[in-house]
Each structure stands twice: as structure tokens, then as C-alpha cells.
């Protein structure tokens, strides 16, 4: 990630100089220049020289810092922070420790930046869930992350952006060959291209060569008839760059600009009217319907180093900069939008809890709630961004650098869909607030289990593979069970009537669904518990109530063992219910064998007639 962040000089920080001695002024030149390899150097024959002070060794950090490279900014962050040092330094000595995977140590030093800028947002998030982790581990994993074969393996490739028409666009330094960036002494970015397959595996990459200079190109986004593009370049190749000639040096920031398709090549290229001398625009991503431009920019009047923006697109007509606010954006960077077709705006974020350096979060435009982390499928401890998707190609790709180098991931998404359950009182119609809704698997094993809200509803994100099963129940209700079949996406929603529980009580017994018994055995089944469940909230109901519990067999075998079948059945029925609080002098139970079934069919009995008539029956004995 190094080459990205000191190559956009987006998320490059210029510091005041503050401190500066005739030992320090050539580094701090080489810095405020935003060349950092060469700064390093300087500033390490100041510490060979020991002539080092936390000045230096904080201009040290920043500067491995900028070309993240953790392992040496967290050794001088330690070092310049024996010494008292601003709010920043703090949080991003937070940043490095994280990126270590030291989070007890990253708290502390959040603590310390939190007690100097209690107001930052990043502080109070801090501060309301220091311990965030394991939270974030829980995640319901979204996409499956598989590594891609394109990659150079020694050079950055990232901001892989997949076209309708299967050609896979990215940004790369792989061509070793030209001009090097005096900042970092890496090749400067290009634009690549590579044709995806209809299984998926990818052409051997080829140069974009008409978008690209001898500086940065990329990264990009395309429209959704792959016929308009937008991309980020470098101000020097059109001589758009600010002289600083008291450090003699020439600033460019970088820009967007719009290109078209004309007979396989790109050309018309424009630059949009928001670029600006003064500041960074860059990370384009177009809306499908192509109204639409987010971008990342550090202009002025956002909220933190580097902001998500938009502007409206008509033609060569755009609006002006919206920031998307406190939602997306924090005091620390965002960058690297990325616009879905169903409205979710991917981005990378530093500001918001993750698990390390960058991580990739999610906001929904549709329901404008909170940017969501995706989860360690995809975030790491390092830095993960340039998240893409194409919903339909159903495929994504992302970056990162936690091999040491960035490389592109392909993301492929989970199919999921929401069951929403709906629980009302059958006979009112009425809704149910704080009912009980459990999920079961197609084994039905629990997955979890959740209470309804007050508008009777709640929801739950499961496989588009499998089936499911919904449990409800609720004090005065009688339990019920719903099958939620597989979709291939779309939300299911399950309308989940209850019926009134006093119903169920006659005059002479409790009528409950039959408690069947499988052949030979006498363990109460999923199916029984729910139904005993039922008797268990009517006697709480009624605290006077005894009940008799009477077990049948069916007519196989013998008469004596299915009498002592259906005592032991009698016997099982009788346990379940006190072992969920009725006390025991209220139940009593008595097997019946075979004598009395429910179906008299004797030796003719069909297997569904044999399953009915192996059963228990819940007689009165008091109200």
C-alpha cells in the first residue's frame, strides 16, 4: 500500500515544520516535498549523527508512516513518543499498533488521543467501544475472497474495476522500464486491462496505452455501457502543478478526468472542472445510470483529512461537490468509493473502528443508516481497499497489501436473503411485539434466536442454498413452527399467526398437537417440544391446574412391551414439562399400550395410521 497513498498525494499530510535546525532543514524539505525515501535518509543521518530529538524521530514515523511501512513507523512512533506529542501522532501510532495486530497496546494510545481531542469522532467511537474486535469478528461473512493470477507479485496492482462486458481495468506500477517517482523511487502508475473468461480465469494483462503518461494514471471507474470512463492522473503530465520556489519544487494534485470509447481506443480526454491546483480529486466511481460521481478529495470544508464526495453528472455538465457527511466521512481518511448497482457505496476508511490500517466499509444509500464494516473475509490487519463489485457478473474485486505488496482479491458474494417474520394474533389480527422468533438450519439446529419489535417484526440473513424453519412463540399463544423455502435473493417475509393459547383448553383436557414418538423410541422429538412448550405456559397460566399425561403405542409388538413402551413414553412426556419449573405433584402420568388408539386399524395400519397412534393425550385432573 505504500505506493498508493504516497503516489496520491490525497492522504499525504504536510506538516508545519516546527522545530526545523540547519541539522534538520534538508530533510524537511525532502518531506515537505513529499519525498520521503530520501527524507528518511536524511533524517537517519541526524540519529547517526545524534543529533536526533523527537522532532525528528516523529518526522521519521510520518515519514514510513506515508509509505506504510508499519514494522520501522512503529519503531519511531515509540521513540518520538516518549516525549509528549500532538493528537495525531497518537492516533496513528494506534493505527501502526493495530496494523500489528497489538490492539491492548492500540487502545492505550487511542486513550491518549481521545483525552486531547475529546470531541473527534474517532475518539468517542473509541470511547463508547474501545474492545470492538471481537464484534467485528462476528460479522455475518458476505463474500468468499479468492487471490487472482495477474498479479506481478513484486509491483502494486490494485483498483480492479470489472466492465459489463468482462474487461477487468486496474492500476499498476508493473512497468519498471520509464520514469520513477522522485517521492517514493517506484514506477509511476498506468492503466491496465485484462479479459475475463466465461469461467472466470483472466488474460494475461496489457497496457491501456492511450490514457497513459510518463506520471500517475489511475485508478478508474466505467460507465455501465463501457463507453465512458473516468480516471485519476497526475497534474504534471498537463503541466497543471503549483511552484513552491522556496523549497524548489513543483506540487501536482492529483485530478479526474473524462474519457470516451471511439472505435476500441480511449480518447477525448477532458479534465472535469472540479480539479483544482490546491487540492486532490481523485478515486472516481460512476453511478450506473451514470447521473452520479463519487470521488475522494481533501478539499476544503470536509470533515477530515480526505472525504467521500458526489456530484451530479449531465453530459460534460457536472454540479457541484456534496460531501455524503458524518455517516460515511470521518477526521481521519476515506477514499476509494465504489457505487453499486443497487446503491451500496463501497470505501476505505482509516477513521472508523477496523481491524488495522485501511479497512473496507459499506453505507447503503437506499436505507441511509451507518457505514458497516465488511468483516474479516475481507479486512485484514493491514490495508484493504479499491473494494469493487458487479452485481451482475456477480463477482467483486478489492485490494490489498497484507502480503506485503498490493494485490487484487476477487470477492465473490455469498447469495443471502432477509426472512422477515411478521407475528400477529391470529384471530385480532393484531401485531406482537417481544415474540420469540428462532431460526433453525435444514437440520434444524438453532442459529439463533431474536424477539420482535414493536412493529411485530424481525429479520434474519441467511443462504439463498438451504431451507429454513421459524419457531414463534409468545406468553398467551400457542407455539408455531413456518418453513421458509430457498431464494435466489429476494426476501422472504413470513407471516407468523398465533393462535390465542386458551383456546387449547376444553373442559376435560389440554388439546395439544399430537406429541408423536418415533417407532421403538420414547425421547421426546423437536416437533414434541414445541407442543409441550405450550402446556408448559398454560399451566404457569393456570397455577391450580393438574394434568394427567397419557402415552399410546401403536399395535406392533407385543402387548406387555408396548405397555411398558408407552409407560416409558408417559414417563418422558412427564419429565420435559417438569424440567422446564412445573412442579411434579401436579402431573402425573400413565402408559395405555396399544389398547386404545386413535386409528383402529389393528395389524392392517398403514405407517402414517401407526404415527398417529403413537402419542400422549393431557387430561385435566383439576383446573
Not at 259 to 281: C, F, H, R
Not at 299 to 313: H, T, Y
Amino acid at each position: 500500500m505504500k505506493k498508493i497513498y504516497s503516489l496520491l498525494s490525497l492522504f499525504l499530510i504536510i506538516t508545519s515544520g516546527y522545530g526545523q535546525s540547519k541539522q534538520t532543514e534538508k530533510a524537511d524539505k525532502l518531506y515537505d516535498g513529499y519525498q520521503y525515501v530520501d527524507a528518511i535518509d536524511a533524517y537517519l543521518k541526524v540519529v547517526d549523527a545524534n543529533n536526533a530529538d523527537a522532532y525528528v524521530y516523529k518526522q521519521l514515523a510520518d515519514s514510513y508512516y506515508n509509505l506504510f511501512n508499519i514494522k520501522e513507523a512503529s519503531t519511531w512512533y515509540k521513540k518520538a513518543l516518549e516525549t509528549t506529542q500532538d493528537a495525531e501522532t497518537y492516533f496513528r501510532y494506534a493505527q501502526v499498533l493495530k496494523s500489528e495486530g497489538y490492539y491492548d497496546e492500540a487502545n492505550s494510545q487511542m486513550d491518549m488521543f481521545s483525552k486531547l481531542l475529546p470531541n473527534d469522532q474517532r475518539a468517542k467511537a473509541h470511547l463508547e467501544n474501545p474492545n470492538y474486535i471481537p464484534k467485528l469478528a462476528d460479522i455475518t461473512r458476505t463474500f468468499n475472497v479468492e487471490g487472482v493470477a495477474i498479479n506481478d507479485g513484486e509491483q502494486s496492482d490494485f483498483g480492479a474495476v470489472l466492465s459489463n462486458d468482462n474487461i477487468l481495468y486496474f492500476t499498476s506500477t508493473r512497468k519498471t522500464s520509464g520514469k520513477e517517482d522522485s517521492w517514493t523511487n517506484q514506477p509511476y502508475l498506468d492503466i491496465y486491462k485484462s479479459v475475463r473468461s466465461e469461467n472466470g480465469d483472466l488474460s494475461e494483462p496489457e497496457e491501456v496505452e492511450e490514457l497513459n503518461t510518463i506520471y500517475h494514471d489511475g485508478p478508474l471507474t466505467i460507465s455501465a455501457d463501457g463507453k465512458t470512463m473516468y480516471f485519476s492522473r497526475d497534474g504534471h503530465s498537463t503541466g497543471d502543478f503549483k511552484k513552491i520556489k522556496s523549497k524548489r519544487i513543483k506540487v501536482a494534485q492529483q485530478g479526474i478526468y473524462k474519457a470516451t470509447m471511439d472505435e476500441g481506443k480511449w480518447g477525448n480526454i477532458q479534465a472535469l472542472p472540479i480539479n483544482s491546483k490546491e487540492y486532490t480529486v481523485s478515486h472516481p466511481s460512476i453511478s450506473s445510470d451514470g447521473k452520479t460521481l463519487y470521488f475522494a478529495s481533501n478539499m476544503p470544508n470536509g470533515l477530515g483529512d480526505s472525504d467521500i464526495w458526489k456530484i451530479s453528472v449531465s453530459g460534460d455538465t457536472y454540479g457541484e461537490p456534496v460531501n455524503l457527511g458524518s455517516k460515511v466521512n470521518t477526521s481521519g481518511k476515506e477514499g476509494f468509493p465504489y457505487i453499486s448497482e443497487d446503491n451500496i457505496l463501497y470505501f476505505a476508511s482509516s477513521g472508523r473502528q477496523g481491524f488495522g490500517g485501511l479497512d473496507i466499509f459499506k453505507f447503503d444509500l437506499n436505507e441511509n443508516e451507518e457505514s458497516v464494516n465488511l468483516g474479516n473475509a475481507v479486512n485484514t490487519n493491514r490495508d484493504d481497499f479499491a473494494f469493487s463489485v458487479n452485481n451482475s457478473l456477480k463477482v467483486g474485486y478489492f485490494s490489498s497489501n497484507k502480503s506485503g505488496v498490493d494485490n487484487i482479491y476477487m470477492a465473490i458474494p455469498i447469495c443471502q436473503f432477509e426472512t422477515i417474520a411478521m407475528v400477529k394474533d391470529k384471530d385480532t389480527n393484531s401485531i406482537i411485539a417481544g415474540a420469540s422468533v428462532t431460526i433453525l438450519d435444514a437440520q434444524l439446529n438453532e442459529i439463533t434466536a431474536q424477539a420482535t419489535d414493536m412493529s411485530g417484526k424481525t429479520g434474519f440473513n441467511v443462504s439463498c442454498e438451504n431451507t429454513y424453519t421459524i419457531n414463534v412463540s409468545m406468553d398467551g399463544y400457542e407455539s408455531a413452527s413456518f418453513k421458509v423455502k430457498a431464494s435466489e435473493g429476494e426476501n422472504v417475509i413470513v407471516n407468523a399467526d398465533l393462535k390465542p393459547i386458551n383456546e387449547m383448553i376444553t373442559e376435560t383436557e389440554v388439546k395439544l398437537k399430537n406429541i408423536y414418538f418415533e417407532f421403538n423410541k420414547s425421547n421426546i422429538t423437536n416437533q414434541g417440544a414445541l407442543e409441550l412448550d405450550k402446556l408448559v405456559l398454560i399451566m404457569n397460566d393456570y397455577p391450580e391446574m393438574k394434568i394427567l399425561v397419557r402415552s399410546h403405542t401403536d399395535s406392533k409388538g407385543k402387548a406387555d412391551y408396548n405397555l411398558k413402551l408407552s409407560e416409558r413414553r408417559a414417563q418422558s412426556t412427564m419429565q420435559y414439562v417438569i424440567s422446564k419449573g412445573i412442579n411434579k405433584d401436579r402431573l402425573s402420568a400413565k402408559g395405555m399400550g396399544d389398547i386404545a388408539p386413535k386409528i383402529d386399524c389393528k395389524s392392517n395400519c398403514t405407517e402414517e395410521e401407526d404415527a398417529q397412534n403413537r402419542r400422549s393425550e393431557f387430561l385435566i385432573v383439576k383446573k
